[in-house]
């Protein structure tokens, strides 16, 4: 059953399962373009055509139905970011960018709510950021350096572009003053950047990364 934020959708009976995974596309319709603390539970029951308290079924407070929400968008841009291994590692990791970039565009209040919003720093919520910039980091270092354990040197300079890319693009939501398309390329130059400041710095970590990801680490050229 499709429903939007704007308006309630004619009530109908539901599995358990399809009416909570409509009550998580409703929420994160509402929190992708609403600040947290403007949201009201009343208005989602009400889009997603339920009554409160069946809403409260399912989720005890609106602090645990915007975590479960959260969970959901991150699962959803991990889906819309996953790499094309057919592809060299510079032109994987500028359409990961573009596709992460295009998500946190399009639920800008949900992502600015999760890294800068009242809920920033909750535990569970940080949790779960930092569960997507491990899985990103991940996919970086499989990119770049896939044999064997990618050193720790490597490992901790990924993680922190991981963490600059994040406030970068919670910069940009902010200000919207530079096209996505050169945020998009500012970002995998100070990735290729860090990499080959890693290298330079360490020879295992030179040793450790693929010829492939030589045509990352030189950038745009």
Known sequence: MKTTAGGASRRRRLGLDARREQLLEVGMEFFSTRAYDEVWIEQIADAAGVSRGLLYHYFP??????????????????????????????????????????????????????????????????????????RQAARILAAIAPEGEAPPLLRQSI?????????????????RETARETMRDVLAGTLAGVIAAAAEAEPEVARALTRASADLRAGDG
């Open 61 to 134: 407070n609106k602090r645990d139905f915007y975590i479960a929400v959260t969970r959901a968008a991150v699962e959803e841009a991990g889906k819309l970011t996953e790499p094309d291994p057919a592809l060299p590692p510079r032109d994987r990791l500028r359409a990961g960018l573009d596709a992460f970039l295009r998500y946190a565009e399009e639920h800008s209040q949900g992502f600015l709510t999760a890294y800068r919003g009242s809920l920033s720093g909750d535990s569970e919520v940080r949790a779960i950021v930092a569960q997507a910039g491990q």
């Open 159 to 175: 993680r922190g572009w991981i963490a600059l890319a994040q406030t970068m693009t919670a910069e940009w939501l902010q200000t």
